[in-house]
């Protein structure tokens, strides 16, 4: 689950290395603009490294941290299958914080060092997963508007000009298919039950339904960090274009559910085919990201514990790896 | 002792029999039998495969991109190599 | 007791072994030492919990009443659950985990190879199936608690605390109550002696490669197989069934 929010901090953008000539950077964009795949020991600008590596990492980062609040549910999902499923979900998305920590290894930095980052606080994960799962309904709106928004995102990205990260895309929104679909099957399910369970599925798209459209960032038509992921083809539409089209595929199936959008303003414009909505609330997305939501420390602290209590358990395996070498070696 | 990465595998599957093994991802593990389980739980969760290697990313040797000229363009000229090069005259078959 | 009560019963147990299992592994989601074996926990308890859905869906079969896989794991109470103590102990540290799943899977193992040959034929089909999952976990596991066991003073030294006190909970798996009884002999069912004794040679030999020491045969817990269970279990299936309990009759 990838949210594009992340980008927006109002970072300078990254200043070309000295070293790095105006030939090189030329034939460097020459080779994107033909919409050649960038390899890892291809040369390529000290910034793009860089972009990348913050981008990739902070996506693995927001796949870990992601399986916290469904984990929340998974000892208590209410049916054995709901329980696999979940848990099948969860575990997808370790492998794609494994899969994408691996592309970003090809960059030249190590997981140790990634992982330091996101513990230290200095890498960032999407904001979305400082928010709680209240009900069991909030898996289903996690799946259906969550897992929905990350996949606007993530399509373009398998066409990503990096190939390690495009290549790892492309496995996971094949895996991933499956996530949207099984959230919104569990509100399907909800909606058409008592009269309790379609309030549980009302309250969680109430909660759900801003935070998802902060997921693709703060408007970025004057971002100039924005543009350079654009002409580097890391990235392919602004956060507006993905947020309408979020919000048009989105709209016509809360309907079908019969929840209500809690947006006074949304209307449909026939003109233009596109929903119009009302204003998003930009301040509680700057203080999420800034640490201040309802679980940005739980999340951390639970990340820090797991990653404390198992330093014994990996140390013992690269104790014994080395005395079975030493073994063999005798 | 401080905690050391576990070093990294590359993890190749192959996904039928009949067909090559095929670079999936890596994969860090502090043995190779840990390296294998690791890919197992990993790369086939979907029944992805029926074959695994896994081997440390250390060992393998690459090529150096800044020699892809040098490297691989001397076999583009080579073009008698390749069956389309050659006009066979009208009537012969078989070959 | 009748045979087709033994049948019933010896079922749905192999069902709270299976649930309990896997339930007790997600409860550590997201929380193991690295994340490749995260994978493979999720892996295991995937593999738990679909065994559980077969038996129980066995068992309501044979109860003949109309009951749901979901309703043995949701509907029933503490003491109608019949898995055995060990299973059920609240995880503790990671070489808890994997202590607990070798002496699990050493002894469900044999146990489901000798299922496969048992005149039910559709315990043995499950069997059959369950047992290629649990030759991995065993495998797997059995690494991890020699990599434990041989690897630095403190893990050697906190996973020999997770065999001595888990010690006391693996009496009960080879304990034979009427229903073992019943079903070994009228469905041609498991010899827990014999499995006892291989049990023992198996565990020996892990826990020599590991270089950790067998703790005595001693006193051992009882109870599970009767429905009689350790404090923490109540407050598991409390956590487990709370949704189902809340809402009755409603379809998730």
């Not at chain 1, 848990?87 to 920590?101: C, P, V, W």
């Not at chain 1, 996690?142 to 373009?156: F, K, S």
């Not at chain 1, 539409?237 to 089209?245: A, G």
Request: hydrophobic share 40%.
């Amino acid at each position: 689950m990838y949210t594009q929010g992340l980008d927006q901090q109002g970072r300078p953008a990254a200043k070309p290395d000295a070293l790095e000539t105006a030939e090189q950077l030329a034939a460097f964009q020459q080779r994107v603009d033909a919409e050649e795949k960038i390899e890892a020991k291809d040369w390529m600008p000290e910034a793009y490294r860089r972009t990348l590596i913050r981008q990739m990492s902070q996506h693995a980062h927001s796949e870990i941290i992601g399986m916290q609040p469904e984990g929340n549910w998974l000892t208590r999902a209410p049916s054995l299958k709901r329980k696999a499923i979940l848990l099948a979900k969860i575990q997808d998305e370790a492998g794609h914080g494994l899969y994408l920590y691996s592309a970003a290894e090809t960059l030249g930095v190590s997981r140790d060092q990634m992982v330091a980052d996101l513990l230290s606080g200095k890498a960032k994960y999407s904001s979305i997963f400082n928010y709680p799962t209240l009900t069991w309904a909030d898996i289903g709106a996690i799946g259906w508007l969550v897992d929905g928004a990350a996949i606007m995102n993530q399509i373009p990205l398998c066409r990503c000009s990096y190939g390690p990260y495009a290549r790892a895309m492309v496995r996971i929104c094949k895996e991933e298919s499956f996530h949207q679909r099984q959230g919104y099957d569990i509100l399907v399910e909800l909606c058409n039950g008592t009269k309790e369970q379609k309030a549980m599925a009302q309250d969680a798209l109430d909660r759900w339904w801003w935070p998802s459209l902060m997921m693709f960032g703060p408007s970025d038509i004057n971002s100039k960090h924005s543009a350079q992921s654009m002409a580097w083809k890391i990235k392919r539409f602004s956060n507006d274009e993905l947020r309408q089209k979020f919000i048009d595929v989105t709209v016509p199936q809360a309907e079908f559910l019969g929840l209500r959008v809690p947006d006074d303003d949304l209307e449909h414009d026939a003109e233009t085919g596109h929903y119009r909505h009302g204003e998003i609330d930009w301040q509680e997305f700057i203080d999420v990201l800034a640490g201040n939501g309802p679980c940005n420390q739980q999340r951390m602290a639970k990340r820090r514990k797991a990653h404390d209590d198992g330093a014994w358990v990996r140390d013992a395996a690269s104790a014994y790896a080395a005395k079975q070498a030493a073994r063999h070696a005798a | 002792m401080s905690s050391k990465e576990w070093p990294l595998y590359e993890v190749f599957i192959r996904s039928k029999s009949g067909l090559s093994h095929r670079h999936a991802g890596s994969i860090h593990a502090a043995d190779d039998q840990m390296a294998l389980d690791a890919a197992r739980d990993t790369y086939t969760r979907r029944n992805e495969g029926v074959s695994i290697w896994v081997v440390r990313s250390s060992e393998i040797v690459a090529s150096d991109p800044a020699e892809t000229a040098a490297f691989f363009e001397p076999a583009e000229d080579k073009i008698y190599r390749h069956p389309t090069f050659y006009d066979m005259p009208e009537g012969v078959e078989n070959l | 007791m009748t045979y087709d009560a033994a049948l019933l019963a010896y079922v749905s147990r192999l069902g709270d072994n299976a649930l309990i299992l896997g339930q007790r592994m997600v409860e550590v989601v997201a929380a193991y030492p690295e994340l490749e074996e995260e994978l493979a926990n999720a892996n295991f308890a995937l593999d738990y919990i679909g065994q559980a859905r077969m038996f129980y869906t066995y068992a309501g079969e044979l109860e003949g009443k109309g009951r749901s896989e979901d309703d043995f794991a949701f509907l029933r109470d503490e003491n109608e659950f019949c898995n055995c103590l060990l299973i059920e102990q609240p995880n503790g540290h990671f070489g808890d985990s994997v202590t607990k799943l070798v002496f699990f899977d050493a002894f469900y193992l044999s146990l489901l190879g000798a299922l496969k040959g048992c005149k039910d034929a559709r315990i043995a089909e499950i069997a059959a199936r369950a047992e290629k999952e649990i030759r991995y976990h065993l495998r797997h596991n059995t690494q991890w608690i020699v990599r434990l066991g041989d690897g630095t003073a403190e893990s050697h030294a906190r996973v020999q605390g997770s065999v001595d006190s888990l010690w006391k909970y693996t009496g009960e798996l080879f304990a034979p109550d009427v229903v073992d009884r019943t079903f070994a002999d009228e469905y041609g069912g498991p010899d827990l002696e014999a499995i006892h004794d291989q049990w023992k040679t198996d565990v020996k030999t892990i826990l020599d490669e590991a270089t950790l020491t067998m703790p005595e045969d001693g006193w051992m817990a009882m109870g599970g197989k009767a429905g009689r269970h350790t404090e923490h279990f109540g407050y598991m299936i409390a956590e487990m069934q709370y949704l189902q309990r809340r809402h009755p009759g409603a379809s998730w």
